[in-house]
Every structure is written in C-alpha cells, then in structure tokens.
C-alpha cells in the first residue's frame, strides 16, 4: 500500500497488488461444458461451492436448462455448508484478533481457547455440510452440471440437524460476542450491489443495487466493466455508467435484511443492526448474522428433504452463451461461457468478488488514512490491515500482509 500525504491532506492512496495471474478462463477454453464445475473449484480454497454453482448456472443456461426442485435446495443447502465455513474462518482466525489486540488466532486461544473452539466447531459443521454433500471439503467432487453425482439419503442427512443444532446456539453467541466489540467511527456511501429473490440471496437472484438498478446475470456485462489500472495485476470494476461499488455481506444485509429468517433479524437488532449498514468495520457482526441465517435455513431444508428421483437432469451440449451469478462470501461472483456446437467452451469470463470491490477498497482507505495520519507507520500499518480485512478479500489469509510505504512532506 502506497500513501502520499502533503501535511495533514492524503493525495494518492494505491493499493498494489502484484500476485501473477493463473489464467482459469483461457485454461477452460476448450474444454468439456462439463468441467467447469472441476475446473473453477480450484480457484480458491475457501469458497470453491461459489464458483462450482456460477459456472453450473452458466453452463446450464447456455444449454437451455433449468435446475429446480429438490436439486435446486440440494445446492441452496450446500451453499449454506460454505457460508458457515468461510464466515467462521474469516470471524474467528482472521479479523477477530484485529478488534481485540492480538496478532493472530493462536494468540488469542491462549487467553480465549473457548471462544477460539467455538469457531472451530462452527467451522466444521460448514465443512460436514460440504463433506455429506460435496464429497469433500475442499473443492468437492460430487458437483456437476445438471446437479449432483450423488445425492444422499433422508436418513444420511438426519446426523447434520443435530451438529446445525448446535452450531445454531454458538452462531447466536457468536452474534452476542462479536456486538461488544468496539468499532471505529468510519462509515463509507458506496452504492451496493447484490442479488436478490423472494428469499435471502446465496445461489441465485436478480442483480439489484442500492441506487434502483435491477439487472440480470445475462445483462451483467453491459452494467459491469473491468479495468486494468497501472499499478496492480487485480482489475477494479465499476458500473459503466458511474463509480465504483461494493459487494458482499454489507450490500446483501443492506438490501435483503426484510428476507432473513426470524431468528437472524433478532439476532441483527439485538446486536445494534439497523436497516442497512454502511460501516465496514461491522461487516465482522453482519457476517456472524449472515452464519445465524445460514444454519437456520439448513436446518429448514434438512427438515423438509425429499430425495429427488435423479441425481441430475441431462444437459445436452449446445451452442450458445450462458450466464451465471451466486453470492460468494465475499459478495457477487459472475461466471460466462460460450459453447460451440460441440459443446467445447470457446470463452469463459470469471468475475470474482475481490476485484469487484477493489476500487472502492481504495477509496475508503484513502478516507480512513486521512483520519489517521497521525499515526506513526507501525500504528497506521496496523489499522490499514484491519481496514482491508473488513473486506475479506484473498489477500487476508495472510494475518500480516501489508507492506506500507507513506511519503509526508
């Protein structure tokens, strides 16, 4: 991260990222429109049911197909397995210790080991979901276009209802402990995007924003540009008509808070939640709703399971271009593929999160430096790390990542 200050007013504020690109979409051309699902897992490690279901609702649309049904709350179940896993993580080992004066998680289980084994837990009931459903919790394999390999068995499903059971009363507690916290004054006017449908968003949804667009997945590029900017290999993203925006659990909560399940809006006003959020150092408590939220409505779809008649329907190769959005913990993640007559994919575009929210990234730490500049480096590196992990972007699976450079004169 580069500062550059002239007496108490900050000019530049860039946030360099140099990590070489991996090349997924030109790796996909050519490809089986079966492999997507496989293939795009492996971008992360933390979020692989993400760009499993983006790219089965792409595939899926380009071949004219409609997933619905017990299949359809199959995924909306599995998404929920990863929602738990990668909030837990990002709550408990990554920004935790940021608002309570620790260097890290292994720090602050020495103090608090209960609080660090509640985490714990509530991450691995995420990755039990993951585990049943996906057949593994990192880049599952039992997801395909069409559905699933396999689906289980009602009874297979019975022992998961008591671990959500019990990952429900430490989401609530994790709601209560998270709300002590003490968070900075800081609030940003970003305008918000995020999917919305008759129910809180995870595996599908029109793109809706807090300025009144309303757009769909096939209409993303056309409202949605990405640009290339000197001084890192991320793209930033804005709207093609405007600034940049933000996505992720503030613009989800801020504009889908009436669809949270009872309990999660309890949750939300016991801990000071109001009907939108607009600062980023509480997007820690948002998420720990959003974890209320996505236990209670696994156990809502455990409950009411029926075992579909096949695992997947056919998806007969077609030509034609498809498009697929879900919501990522980490916010929007838009997927494209269009498909030859064979069926191979001729090009692929992948839009995760993160870089969508690059640019507005920068511009609250360009605000938030303002108001810190009386800090000495040391003390400002420090708050700039906890600034860029209210995002949770990749970068922060690092607990101390941020090269700092100010320049004052």
Known sequence: MYVRARGRAVEEVRLDIYEPPRFFE?????????????????????????????????????????????????????????????????????????????????????????????GLRLKKAGNTLLEV??????????????????????????????????????????????????????????????????????????????????????????????????????????????????????????????RLSPLALEAADRAGLGIECRNPFRSILVRAVEIVYAVDEALRIITAYEPPPRPA?????????????????????YHRYDLGPDGLIRAARIVPPTSQNQAAIEDDLRRFVAAHLHLDDHALTHQCEQAIRNYDPCISCSTHFLDLTVERS
């Not at 990863?82 to 940021?98: F, N, Q, T």
């Open 26 to 118: 030109a790796f996909l051309r050519g490809r089986a429109h079966t492999e997507p699902p496989d293939i795009t897992a492996r971008i992360c490690g933390i979020c692989p049911i993400a760009y499993q279901m983006s790219a089965c609702q792409a595939i899926e649309a380009a071949c004219g197909v409609t997933v619905g049904g017990p299949l359809s709350e199959l995924r909306r179940l599995l998404y929920c397995g990863e929602w738990i896993e990668s909030h837990a993580l990002h709550i408990y080992l990554l920004h935790a210790p940021d608002f309570l004066g620790y260097p890290g998680a292994v720090e602050l289980a020495r103090d608090h080991r209960a609080v660090v084994e509640r």
């Open 133 to 258: 459903l996906g057949g593994r919790a990192i880049h599952p394999v039992n997801v395909r276009v069409g559905g699933f390999h396999r689906t289980s068995a009602r009874p297979e499903l019975a022992p998961l209802a008591e671990l959500l059971r019990q990952a429900r009363d430490d989401a609530l507690a994790t709601v209560e402990w998270a709300a002590d916290f003490e968070f900075p004054d800081f609030a940003h006017d970003h305008e918000y995007l995020a999917l919305s449908t008759g129910r809180y968003p995870l595996e599908s949804g029109v793109l809706r924003s807090s300025a009144g667009r309303s757009f769909s997945a096939a209409e993303f590029e056309r409202n949605i540009v990405e640009e290339q900017v000197p001084h890192s290999t991320a793209l930033h993203a804005r709207f093609t008509d405007g600034g940049p925006y933000l996505t992720g659990p503030l613009a989800r909560y801020s504009l889908n808070r009436d």
């Open 313 to 333: 329907v056919p998806v007969p190769p077609r030509e034609g271009t498809g498009h697929g959005v879900t919501e990522a913990p980490r916010g929007v993640l």
